[in-house]
């Protein structure tokens, strides 16, 4: 029987691994300040001054983003609104989630 107890912990390690995980505010943080992330034909750089650059085949944006309670907020001028997305992690791949399933995955270009 321990045997049988044991199996079922050891298989049930890798399957949690790759879950996806809720992010903390601070662990969004240390995910994206200085980094860069890589999505579909498009890449954004996290400045640790809030400043923030998406830049999409080529065509340059700049913008802010800043981190409130456990969700990423990003900003885009002329727009001076706020959207604010909670955050998941599995390994090494970051998704932004917005209600009504609005997802968006990236993985680190840097």
């Given at each position: ?74 900003q ?29 995955e ?5």
């Amino acid at each position: 029987m321990r045997r049988f107890a044991l199996i079922l912990v050891l298989l049930a390690g890798p399957v949690a691994a790759e879950q996806w995980m809720p992010m903390t505010g601070d662990e969004i943080r240390t995910a994206l300040t200085g980094r860069t992330l890589a999505y579909p034909d498009t890449t954004q750089d996290f400045r640790d001054s809030g400043r923030t650059l998406y830049i999409h085949k080529g065509r340059e944006s700049w913008g802010y983003w800043r981190v409130e309670g456990d969700a990423y907020c990003s900003q885009w001028p002329p727009n001076d609104l706020w959207a604010c997305y909670g955050m998941d992690r599995r390994g090494d791949i970051l998704r932004f989630v917005r209600e009504r399933d609005d997802i968006t995955e990236a993985t680190y270009a840097d």
